[in-house]
């Protein structure tokens, strides 16, 4: 008998064979294109920690949707940089604030042609920028936080969201943005709920595009410990439970052990989310020489899907949507 008998290197001989034996396949509508509108500029403001990336007027926001659709991006995630901030982020749930703005011209323009998800969050919108209000001994108020969720959620969705995405990591806060939604007649409006999200370090360059950097302390009384993997599973499983319709994990490359647990603990869609610094860490090697960039972003996202994420929100949605059209043999 001829040793080895097994010999998986036959099924990687062409690029025929590799296709036929690949597990995992990365799409362009698995990936979700996050987008900055910010209030108050008349150009766009380029971001500088993230090539290729830019704060948007209501006007070029239009065009990177346009982009994004024509490309095949599965949808986009918006966030909003208001002028006013104040110490409860009133303008997050202003009915003419910029991300409800946004949503009400995409809605106009597009229809029912791509999904919009609205990031549902206080930190953009609150002097302080804290994902919350604030209690009398300066810490995060998570019962009158989740009460302004509700509120943001459905004024989200009076502005033609699809899906409310709340950020802020506050205990109960799918459940107060269902009933918010339920109450208010948007029944039909879903929630994608940042489950698993860590206080990590990635989302610096985030903070400078979205201006939301705490003036003090940090996220970590209610941002997930890095070390920890069970909790998230704990929490995942608390959100479907209150009635998030998908769930995701943030960050994506440091947390791909989370992304398969929380996708073997679940049924629901599971996204993870490659952050800003993920994307800055990329594209800096690139620039440096380190490795080709398009194929080391391809190689990322497709080790996303391969840890069990059903889509990819990436800042490289448009781009790499672009490229994977036009691979034929990847990874
Ligand atoms: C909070 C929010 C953050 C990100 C998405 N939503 C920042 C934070 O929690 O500090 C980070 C995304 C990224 O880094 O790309 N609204």
């Known amino acids: 008998m001829a040793f080895p008998t097994d010999r998986p290197r036959?099924?990687?001989?062409?690029?025929?064979?590799?296709?036929?034996?690949?597990?995992?396949?990365?799409?362009?509508?698995?990936?979700?294109?996050?987008?900055?509108?910010?209030e108050g500029i008349d150009v766009p403001v380029p971001i500088a920690s993230m090539p290729h990336q830019q704060q948007e007027t209501l006007?070029?926001?239009?065009?990177?949707?346009?982009?994004?659709?024509?490309?095949?991006?599965?949808?986009?995630?918006?966030?909003?940089?208001?002028?006013a901030k104040d110490a409860h982020g009133?303008?997050?749930?202003?009915?003419?604030?910029?991300?409800?703005?946004?949503?009400?011209?995409?809605?106009r323009r597009f229809g029912d042609e791509t999904v919009l998800i609205?990031?549902?969050?206080?930190?953009?919108?609150?002097?302080?920028?804290?994902?919350?209000?604030?209690?009398?001994?300066?810490?995060?108020d998570n019962d009158a936080t989740i009460e302004l969720y509700g509120r943001i959620a459905t004024s989200q969705a009076a502005a033609g969201a699809d899906i409310?995405?709340?950020?802020?990591?506050?205990?109960?806060?799918?459940?107060?943005?269902?009933r918010a939604l339920d109450a208010n007649g948007f029944q039909h409006t879903a929630v994608l709920s940042y489950s698993a999200k860590y206080a990590s370090v990635m989302y610096g360059p985030f903070r400078?595009?979205?201006?939301?950097?705490?003036?003090?302390?940090?996220?970590?009384?209610?941002?997930?410990?890095?070390?920890?993997?069970?909790e998230a599973v704990r929490r995942t499983v608390l959100d479907v439970q209150e009635g998030a319709d998908m769930v995701m994990v943030k960050p994506a490359?440091?947390?791909l052990d989370v992304v398969a647990r929380v996708r073997d603990a679940t049924d629901v869609p599971v996204a993870a989310y490659c952050v800003?610094?993920?994307?800055?860490?990329?594209?800096?090697?690139a620039a440096a020489g380190a490795f080709d960039e398009r194929a080391a972003v391809l190689e990322a996202l497709t080790a996303i899907r391969r840890a069990g994420a059903d889509l990819v929100i990436t800042y490289d949605a448009r781009r790499a949507a672009r490229w994977l059209r036009e691979e034929d043999d990847r990874v």
Do not use: K
Not at 27 to 33: N, T
């Open 59 to 83: 006007e070029s926001l239009t065009a990177a949707v346009d982009d994004a659709v024509a490309a095949g991006c599965a949808a986009v995630i918006l966030f909003g940089i208001p002028v």
């Open 10 to 38: 036959r099924l990687r001989r062409t690029a025929g064979l590799r296709a036929l034996a690949r597990e995992t396949r990365l799409l362009p509508g698995d990936l979700i294109y996050p987008a900055f509108v910010r």
């Open 164 to 178: 409310i995405a709340p950020s802020g990591m506050m205990d109960g806060q799918v459940g107060a943005i269902r």
């Open 118 to 140: 609205a990031d549902c969050c206080l930190d953009e919108y609150t002097d302080h920028g804290h994902c919350g209000v604030l209690g009398d001994d300066g810490s995060v």
């Open 208 to 230: 400078e595009a979205a201006d939301c950097a705490p003036q003090s302390g940090d996220r970590r009384s209610y941002q997930m410990d890095v070390a920890n993997q069970r």
């Open 90 to 107: 009133s303008q997050a749930w202003a009915e003419d604030g910029v991300v409800q703005r946004a949503l009400r011209s995409l809605r």
């Open 276 to 285: 800003s610094g993920e994307y800055a860490m990329l594209h800096a090697a």
């Open 253 to 255: 490359l440091t947390a």
